[in-house]
């Protein structure tokens, strides 16, 4: 009998990672104010499209308006119903799809690219002619107002509310989902207003990546858009300063788990420190192979999907840690996770942590803008808060550069613990003596 001895196996050494072409960028402003970008990429017979309009406004009222209109707006133009947009749509090859934010409206779409006059002449009839027939407002507005029931039953989703409203207290950032009686009060009129008032060329971005020459299809945009207006873009008020404060416990009996969430204030995308955060919060939590998931995860057990993140607004940036664990490790998680941040607070991170990832953080960067989708995605994103496709060249070289010490500074400065806030969803009866060794803890109102 012949016997092998096996070898231990070598994973390789990551290549390094070379610089992509920067995409050649096409650019008119119309007349009316709208700002079209158009890259070529003739990988697929495709055209990836990109609306995005500025739509901040004040108030639960505005959010709500700006929820349902979102939900609506495709219901009906002066030429088509509901039925015959999407049938239309489907023809092209293709799809359209809005969504909204506290900053914006985004029209997404796609099509052949043979396809794109006709797309654009859709995307126009919705823009210009919108009709929101009542029978399918009511509908579409008391599934929404379900929903949000449903929604703000969820933990997550408590604790997510619980969180922003602790760091943008009285801003429109504070909140993601707008309350059902206020959604319920509102009638077709006033979404029809909004759309009259705020659905405007002015401030908006069109980005259009694919299979196209970019002067037609800069023609083929003037001429189905060109006609659009309305009126002036709202300014996003300035970002309340965060306050430390005590521990925020939303009481939840009998909960068998705890939703944890601590935020902090994040630097922007244009600030000198960002690659170093950046690289800081992977390390942190930012990815599967971080100092986060490793202990209490990996090592404790305590919680199945532990992360942090940056998320960027047009009027800031904040950081998150996140963490939903079972109700009597609560106190230990949150001794974890403060030691995690603190570690990173005062100790720089070792040379092959860095270095893993920096590779991670450029390749991620990579594959997100690889396919149209991504690169129309993140084109339109950068534009939408004053940033040009350079950043596409400059930001991975920058996170080349980075070293353990600026790691180091940038953490000390923002995710040290004593610079964030918390906020803990659970059973405040069990929980509460387990947190209050870490700080002072109140009831949420």
């Not at 133009?77 to 909204?100: C, F, K, N």
């Not at 207003?193 to 069109?206: K, Q, Y």
Request: hydrophobic share 45%; net charge negative; glycine share 10%.
């Amino acid at each position: 009998m012949t016997t092998t001895t096996e070898r231990p196996s070598v994973i390789p050494a990551v290549r390094p990672t070379l610089p992509a072409e920067l995409p050649t960028v096409v650019e008119r402003t119309l007349p009316n104010g709208l700002r079209v970008l158009v890259v070529a990429r003739t990988s697929v017979p495709l055209v990836e499209l990109r609306l995005r309009i500025p739509f901040a406004g004040l108030g639960a009222d505005h959010a709500a308006r700006a929820e349902l209109l979102t939900e609506t707006i495709f219901t009906g133009t002066a030429g088509r119903d509901r039925v015959e947009i999407a049938t239309a749509v489907q023809a092209l090859g293709g799809a359209l799809s809005v969504g909204v934010d506290a900053d914006r409206l985004a029209i997404v779409g796609s099509a052949l690219a043979t396809n794109l006059n006709p797309l654009l002449g859709i995307l126009a009839e919705v823009l210009t002619e919108p009709t929101y027939p009542d029978d399918e407002f009511v509908g579409e507005r008391d599934r929404v107002v379900e929903d949000a029931t449903m929604a703000l039953s969820q933990p997550a989703v408590i604790a997510r509310e619980a969180l922003l409203g602790r760091m943008f207290p009285g801003h429109p950032y504070g909140t993601a989902i707008v309350g059902p009686t206020v959604l319920a009060g509102v009638e077709v009129g006033a979404v029809r207003d909004l759309h009259a008032t705020r659905i405007s060329p002015r401030g908006a971005i069109l980005t259009l990546v694919g299979d196209v020459e970019p002067e037609a299809a800069l023609d083929a945009v003037g001429a189905a858009l060109g006609g659009w207006t309305g009126g002036e873009p709202e300014k996003m008020p300035t970002v309340p300063t965060l306050a430390a404060g005590p521990i925020i416990i939303v009481n939840r009996p009998g909960a068998v788990q705890t939703n944890i969430r601590l935020g902090g204030v994040a630097l922007d995308r244009t600030a000198p420190g960002y690659p170093a955060q950046r690289l800081a919060n992977t390390i942190f939590g930012g990815y599967f192979s971080s100092r986060l998931v490793d202990n209490i995860r990996e090592d404790k057990g305590y919680t199945y999907s532990p992360r942090s993140s940056v998320d960027h607004y047009l009027a800031g940036s904040r950081f998150t840690v996140a963490a939903d664990v079972a109700t009597d490790v609560t106190g230990p998680a949150m001794v974890e996770i403060l030691y995690e941040l603190g570690r990173l607070a005062v100790l720089a991170p070792s040379a092959d942590e860095l270095e893993a990832a920096r590779q991670y953080s450029v390749g991620t960067m990579a594959l997100g803008s690889a396919t149209a989708a991504g690169l129309a995605s993140t084109l339109s994103g950068l534009a939408g808060a004053g940033i040009g496709v350079e950043y596409l060249r400059d930001h991975p070289a920058a996170l080349t550069k980075v070293t353990a010490e600026e790691v180091l500074a940038v953490s000390a400065g923002l995710l040290a613990p004593t610079r964030l806030v918390t906020v803990l969803v659970g059973d405040a009866e069990k929980i509460t003596s387990a947190v209050a060794a870490l700080g002072a803890v109140t009831a949420a109102d």
